[in-house]
């Protein structure tokens, strides 16, 4: 069964600097999807970066990007230039490409504090 | 594009009574997904629809908890009767499967918070 663990329960940081969020996962399949999402305090899930297994670059989305070690099986997240509006709980998420289900195996979470 | 719709936001019971949740996905996907998240953990799957038909309901506790979506648009979840370790959070999602699907993206709703006492 596949399983996303993320380790950090906490971090914080100072606006403007740039932060560094850890998930790794376990599968054995070798083609999937990963996933970033974040979680203000409304509770409205937010896709912030996804990226498929079989490309080997590294996906961006503005200040946010991913290091994605698939050996390692390991997915970061990096936010530069962190904002107030950043301060969230942040959720790594799996995906199977094959089989009928869709379900996102999520992480623990981890709430991101950003300092003024 | 309205968002996926969820009511109500906010619901407290005892213990041993019902609820319902609804849910109203985004016009035109087909596929329809409803999560449990307890406070502190990451959303788990209790349910994948596909159209009207169920895909993945390995997860859900059917002795008190059922599913529907007639005509395959909304949904609804009830839980009878609850338990105390059902508080949480019921998040309802939604996705457009399929070649025209922009890599399986799931969209939230704001999900219904659900205290059991």
């Known amino acids: 069964a596949q399983t996303v663990t993320q380790s950090q329960p906490e971090m914080s940081v100072q606006e403007a600097e740039t932060v560094t969020l850890s998930c790794t996962y376990d599968?054995?399949?070798?083609?999937?999807?990963l996933f970033w999402y974040k979680q203000p305090p409304s509770r409205q899930m937010i896709l912030v970066i996804r990226q498929e297994a079989y490309k080997q670059q590294n996906a961006t989305e503005n200040r946010f990007s991913v290091n994605f070690q698939k050996a390692a099986k390991s997915f970061s997240l990096k936010i530069s230039d962190s904002q107030l509006g950043d301060a969230a709980m942040y959720f790594c998420a799996y995906r199977r490409t094959t089989g009928n289900t869709g379900k996102l195996i999520f992480g623990q979470g981890t709430t991101l504090q950003v300092k003024p | 594009e309205a968002g996926v719709a969820q009511s109500p936001r906010y619901k407290i019971i005892e213990k041993r009574q019902s609820v319902a949740f609804w849910c109203n996905p985004i016009?035109?996907?087909?596929?329809l997904y409803w999560y449990q998240q307890i406070l502190g953990q990451g959303p788990k799957l209790l349910i994948q629809?596909?159209?009207?038909?169920?895909?993945?309901d390995s997860q859900l506790p059917k002795d008190r908890f059922s599913a529907e979506r007639l005509k395959g648009v909304d949904s609804t979840l009830k839980i009878q009767p609850a338990k105390l370790e059902d508080s949480a959070v019921y998040l309802c999602a939604s996705s457009l499967e399929g070649l025209a699907a922009k890599s399986y993206e799931q969209y939230f709703g704001p999900g219904t918070r659900l205290t059991v006492t």
């Open positions: 016009s035109g996907h087909a596929t």
């Open positions: 629809f596909q159209n009207n038909g169920v895909v993945d």
């Open positions: 599968t054995s399949e070798s083609d999937y999807y």
